[in-house]
């Protein structure tokens, strides 16, 4: 019955829409969570009419009749030992309808009423995504809470990146989460790795570059991301307006930083000119020096000439 639905919702969804996405999560739980618990408790005799409201309420979710299947939903009743699976399905539906006050209330029994189980688990992301878009200063730090705990690298990136658009560009360390959530995204993700999810997170950083306020450590870091993730001409572009947020060094790191972005470009010669030119200079701090042997190592290292980048590796 339920071999043609194949879903890993542990992995990150890539180049989805959140609707798509939410698509994924209505039909793992409508098919296979109903399946596994109800039969559980029904009996076998009542197992053909069972299919046929299963498949009903799938065709419900496909077909956006949301309406439809909160009319299923209360016609069912209490599901008994799983009913924290109803109150996230009737939760998800008028989510989906626009009824954000009613969805927002039965989220909160839902979690009240069965804190820790499955369903409490499923809702608590949908349940961020809504709320930070009318977030109130009360509800914030358990809204973080719940982001930080979310189980996946994409579902905790999305979530604290939604919830990073709720502090106040004015505020004090306003980029504290936008760093989380980009740390998040890349969680799940190899020495090397690109992270699409990442890549809107990092295009609205560079085009509000001056609204942010970020550690210089912070600020490399960003920058070497969003280069890696194809972002390169939009960071060179940005660059003078970069220097200034680097401290006393700022014109040197971000001539760095620049280079980095030519070297993800395939512009390796350019860049390594400008790399050579920083390095022969006398005044470079050692950190400086670092970093420029940090990129003139990854500069060798995808052109192949490994032999050069491990001893540039060495001095950085």
């Known amino acids: 019955m339920f071999q043609k639905f194949e879903f890993n919702l542990d992995k990150p969804i890539v180049n989805l829409d959140d609707e798509l996405m939410r698509n994924e999560i209505k039909k793992f739980l409508v098919v296979l969570l109903f399946g596994q618990f109800l039969f559980s408790f029904v009996g076998i005799t009542f197992a053909g009419s069972l299919k046929a409201n299963l498949d009903l309420a799938h065709d419900f979710w496909e077909k956006k009749k949301y309406t439809n299947l909160i009319s299923w939903i209360q016609k069912v009743g209490s599901f008994g030992a799983v009913e924290d699976i109803r109150l996230f399905l009737l939760a998800e539906s008028l989510h989906q309808l626009g009824r954000e006050n009613d969805a927002e209330k039965v989220f909160n029994s839902l979690f009240r009423q069965f804190p820790g189980s499955l369903g409490a688990g499923k809702g608590a992301f949908p349940f961020i995504l809504l709320k930070s878009k009318r977030c109130d200063p009360t509800a914030f730090p358990k809204l973080l809470q719940m982001a930080r705990n979310l189980p996946t690298a994409y579902q905790k990136g999305r979530a604290l990146e939604?919830?990073?658009?709720?502090?106040?560009?004015?505020?004090?360390g306003n980029g504290f989460l936008v760093i989380e959530a980009l740390r998040a995204y890349r969680s799940s993700n190899g020495f090397y790795k690109n992270s699409p999810d990442s890549v809107g997170l990092l295009r609205n950083v560079i085009n509000s570059i001056r609204s942010f306020q970020f550690t210089i450590p912070e600020w490399i870091e960003i920058v070497f991301n969003a280069n890696q993730e194809g972002l390169g001409k939009e960071m060179i572009r940005v660059c003078h307006s970069l220097s200034p947020l680097?401290?006393?060094?700022?014109?040197?790191?971000?001539?760095?930083?620049?280079?980095d972005a030519l070297r993800s470009m395939g512009n390796t010669r350019t860049s390594l000119e400008r790399l050579n030119s920083l390095l022969g200079k006398f005044q470079l701090s050692p950190f400086v020096k670092s970093l420029a042997y940090k990129v003139r190592g990854d500069l060798m290292h995808f052109s192949g000439l490994h032999f050069e980048a491990v001893k540039d590796y060495r001095k950085a």
Do not use: R, Y
């Open 162 to 172: 939604e919830l990073s658009k709720v502090v106040p560009l004015s505020a004090k």
């Open 246 to 259: 680097l401290g006393k060094e700022g014109t040197s790191i971000s001539m760095v930083l620049e280079a």
